[in-house]
């Protein structure tokens, strides 16, 4: 009952915020709540659902985005986002993107029991947090986690994680807008003048070694994701289950089978 009252006062709490600040504070508060590197889980939000700001100016992730065949779309309020997904769903779309962090409810169907609460800042990120925790917990490494929070298929992880490396970079720069701080300056990487020396034949094969190594740590890594999304799914089962028994058990109802 605690858990659900929290969630309750702070899903209340959240509107006093403009739409383009939700998703940071929220995500400020779960990277605190579940040891998550600073700003990393509000990377993610912005490289999910992140929209330019002419007035910020910065790019700021956005409670009310809706994905669904590789279209993204921005809408003003929470409830034109939920007609958004009502309308795919009447079409036959399963595989839909929603919210800050874009949970895709086809593969996170019980992720939220509603599409209110799928939209709600607070539980969306949420659940975010509580997935790249568990995927940390697959592959003991933060940004190989937040890599797969996107996809397991390599090359997608590794494309994703290129981006989401340079938001991260710059991820001062988006809180700097939102408490209307002057923006920092991210340093520029100048490339070489010209090739550089032929490798020796050692060389290249320390290259080779290096190469395959890093390939035998890709497949042992998605090997491994699936113990992720298990421990992910399985730390908001016995969540929810939690919730439960404090329902039942304030209004007197019998816990058998609980």
């Known amino acids: 009952m ?21 998703c940071a504070e929220e995500a400020g508060k779960n990277e605190r ?23 910020y100016k910065a790019t700021l992730a956005w409670p009310w985005t809706v994905t669904s065949q590789g279209q993204g779309k921005y809408f003003p309020t929470k409830g034109e986002a939920i007609a958004e997904v009502r309308r795919l769903q009447s079409k036959g779309v399963k595989s839909i993107d929603v ?53 397991q298929t390599p090359h997608l992880a590794a494309a994703y994680r290129e981006r989401l490396m340079k938001v991260w970079d710059g991820a001062g720069t988006q809180m700097a807008a939102l408490a209307s701080r002057p923006q920092p300056q991210l340093p520029s990487i100048k490339p070489g003048k010209g090739p550089g020396p032929v490798p020796s034949n050692a060389r290249v094969e320390e290259q080779r ?25 399985m730390s908001e089962y016995q969540m929810r289950r939690a919730r439960m028994v404090e329902v039942r058990r304030a209004k007197g109802l019998s816990l058998d089978g609980y």
């Open 209 to 233: 070694k290096a190469w395959r190594d890093q390939q035998s740590t890709v497949q042992d890594e998605a090997r491994l994701i699936a113990a992720a999304y298990r421990q992910a799914r």
């Open 99 to 151: 919210g800050c962090m874009q949970i895709n409810l086809m593969y996170h169907p019980t992720a939220f029991t509603s599409l209110d609460e799928a939209f709600e800042p607070v539980a969306n990120v949420g659940y975010a947090a509580r997935f790249l925790k568990g995927l940390f917990g697959a592959t003991d490494n933060w940004v190989t986690a937040a890599s797969y929070y996107h996809s």
């Open 2 to 22: 605690l858990a659900a009252c929290a969630l309750s006062q702070a899903a209340q709490a959240a509107p006093s915020l403009p739409p383009e600040a939700q």
């Open 33 to 55: 709540l579940y040891g998550i590197p600073a700003r990393l889980l509000n990377s993610i939000s912005v490289v999910e659902s992140g929209r330019y700001d002419r007035d």
